[in-house]
């Protein structure tokens, strides 16, 4: 029951990277079912090709034979936390743009900035070609290191690795955490979580990657992983911007906003609020979301008069249909600029399987033109959230 629901919350705090641009008047023949679809089709692919995000994979796949670590490795872990969540399908795609290389084992885990100052140029390269696939991959490096100065900064010569451009990194600041924790089988760990990270990187001496991140980080019983209490995100990628921030507030509630804009455009925008039941995080007490994209806006929320009544002795599938169409404890209304052009509705359907007939509550997204969206429908679009389901 709650998990309909929770299903929808799930995939609309996922929206992030999921959406383009198209327009809805290049087709005057769709119905609002299709035209709003059609939003999730190809921002991270632009993303992913944007020059920063290459120039930060093909330089990452240089750095193999240095005596440190830079911070790829501690980026990628951060949105692999979001990403485990299962709540943040933007996770998966920036975790690419911070590729981390298999051949780095001489490297630190554990990065003390200030005893790394200086710069490191590229001399040479070692390649290995996979004789089944043709695909080449770097397998040691040279490296030319001067000490001093106040920043790490790795220069990699397009002489040296055939690019078509120079690539340096610049990392002005780094910090990490050691965190201490005893998961759910009782078993100690402990490791290194970034808290600041200050990197930049050109491409023939053009910034086209800046990053800036602050973070401090904690054991969180209720997912048993380390994640962080606070987070502030801002990744500067010609032509995109974005920024994430989040925080857990106590042990029961949890903020999120993020923005990706391209040419200073807002492309999108969303914020979570999700306060808990308790510190396990089983059960929604009450949940905010509104997603913007373009020129569609999602409201959803539901209060803990719904998700009470849900886990009640009085619960009916009538009673959860009646309160859902209502739309007052328990709603997701779907806007094109300022106009209300869906919301969520249920209706009770008899079906048919290895347990018998009975009754279920389908709930599915209403259009005025009538034309509907079904659950199944919506996760097409969000395939990985599919598991959710159920």
């Known amino acids: 029951m709650i998990k309909k629901i929770a299903l929808i919350i799930a995939v609309l705090a996922s929206l992030a990277i999921m959406s383009c641009s198209e327009d809805k008047s290049s087709d005057p023949t769709v119905n609002d079912s299709q035209a709003f679809q059609s939003e999730f089709t190809g921002l991270a692919e632009d993303v992913i090709t944007a020059p920063g995000a290459v120039a930060m994979s093909q330089g990452s796949a240089m750095m193999v034979d240095l005596p440190f670590s830079m911070p790829m490795k501690s980026v990628n872990e951060i949105f692999g936390k979001l990403e485990k969540t299962e709540k943040f399908a933007q996770a998966a795609m920036l975790k690419?743009?911070?590729?981390?290389?298999?051949?780095s084992s001489?490297?630190?885990?554990?990065?003390?900035?200030?005893?790394?100052?200086?710069?490191?140029t590229l001399q040479a390269l070692t390649w290995y070609t996979d004789p089944e696939t043709g695909e080449q991959y770097v397998t040691s490096a040279t490296w030319n290191a001067v000490l001093g100065?106040?920043?790490?900064?790795?220069?990699?010569p397009k002489s040296v690795s055939g690019l078509q451009y120079d690539i340096r990194y610049e990392l002005n600041d780094y910090m990490d955490e050691l965190v201490s924790w005893y998961d759910a089988e009782q078993y100690y760990y402990s490791d290194y979580y970034p808290t600041i990270i200050d990197l930049d990187i050109f491409t023939d001496n053009t910034n086209v990657f800046a990053l800036d991140m602050t973070g401090d980080w904690e054991y969180i019983s209720a997912l048993d992983d380390v994640m962080p209490k606070t987070l502030v995100v801002d990744l500067v990628m010609a032509p995109f911007s974005f920024n994430l921030t989040m925080d857990l507030v106590g042990t029961m509630e949890f903020n999120l906003s993020m923005n990706i804009k391209e040419n200073n455009v807002t492309k999108l925008s969303f914020t979570v609020n999700a306060v808990f039941y308790d510190p396990a995080w089983d059960e929604l007490s009450s949940i905010d979301v509104t997603y913007t994209s373009n020129n569609y806006t999602i409201e959803l929320f539901a209060d803990s008069e719904y998700t009470t009544y849900i886990n009640s002795e009085l619960y009916t599938?009538?009673?959860e249909l009646d309160m859902i169409n209502a739309g007052v404890h328990a709603y997701c209304k779907i806007f094109e600029g300022d106009n209300q052009i869906g919301q969520l509705k249920a209706k009770i359907v008899t079906v048919t399987d290895d347990y018998g007939t009975h009754?279920?509550?389908e709930v599915y997204i209403l259009f005025n033109d009538g034309s509907q969206m079904t659950m199944d429908q919506l996760m097409l679009a969000f395939g990985e959230y599919a598991a959710i389901v159920g």
């Open 96 to 103: 690419k743009l911070f590729p981390v290389s298999d051949s």
């Open 106 to 120: 001489k490297q630190e885990d554990h990065l003390i900035f200030a005893n790394h100052l200086g710069t490191y």
């Open 317 to 319: 599938l009538q009673g």
């Open 359 to 361: 009754d279920e509550l």
């Open 149 to 156: 100065g106040s920043q790490i900064i790795i220069s990699i």
